[in-house]
């Protein structure tokens, strides 16, 4: 399904035949025929441009470009023009070759760690089957909430009419432990869980207490939270 959907979105052939071409070239990004940094620039063309009849778009916010930085084995490049696209979970830099042309790539997890965007921390998970999933963090003391963020693409039809929309986006709350450890924290049960019984009790309050409503958190209540879970 969703390579059909690639299919119908697609608007810019001038990219997939670049891809193509080089493709059959054997070229990749990390050969440095651009001309720049060899690991910054290691990546595939991002091309995943939907129709203006799509309402919504697949990034966590908008679709302009905001400066940012990555790390990659550790290195800090900053001062960069990117996006992240929840919806393919790619991190997605504009930047110009030395020929001053813009171009747009998915950059390539073999090397990236983390990244900032919009203020935030995000970190890339590496799992054993070559899968990653990006997180944001949420970090004080011991504990951090890691935040997975999803987007899905939808059909809705009417008499005569077919629409493709972006959905709201999802959160999938993780927390992380003392010992490091990344535990579902989805629901205010699964959180409590985490904890043993006392603390359980004592986190309870603290939600009541403070009106906060754990499925509704904002950044500034989850900051709390963790402060708090600090002092118990």
Excluded at 3 to 12: A, E, F, S
Excluded at 133 to 144: R, T
Excluded at 162 to 180: A, E, P, S, W
Excluded at 191 to 213: D, E, S, V
């Amino acid at each position: 399904m969703k390579r059909l959907q690639r299919k119908y979105l697609v608007k810019n052939y001038k990219w997939t035949v670049l891809i193509l071409l080089l493709f059959v070239s054997g070229i990749s990004m990390g050969q440095n025929h651009l001309g720049l940094d060899d690991k910054l620039y290691n990546g595939r063309y991002y091309t995943y441009f939907v129709s203006p009849d799509v309402s919504g778009n697949q990034f966590l916010k908008t679709k302009n470009y905001e400066e940012g930085s990555v790390f990659l084995q550790g290195h800090e490049y900053s001062n960069l023009q990117l996006n992240y696209d929840v919806y393919n979970q790619e991190v997605v830099m504009k930047f110009k070759t030395t020929e001053g042309v813009k171009r747009l790539i998915s950059l390539s997890f073999a090397y990236l760690d983390s990244f900032r965007l919009y203020n935030g921390l995000f970190w890339v998970k590496h799992y054993a089957n070559n899968d990653v999933k990006i997180f944001k963090v949420l970090h004080e003391g011991d504990f951090s909430f890691n935040i997975h963020y999803t987007k899905n693409l939808e059909l809705e039809s009417a008499i005569g009419d077919v629409n493709y929309y972006f959905t709201k986006l999802r959160k999938h709350i993780f927390f992380r432990t003392r010992q490091g450890a990344l535990i579902n924290a989805q629901t205010k049960r699964k959180f409590l869980k985490i904890f043993n019984k006392k603390q359980a009790g004592q986190i309870r309050h603290f939600l009541r207490l403070q009106k906060i409503k754990y499925s509704k958190m904002n950044e500034a209540e989850y900051t709390s939270l963790l402060h708090y879970l600090n002092q118990i």
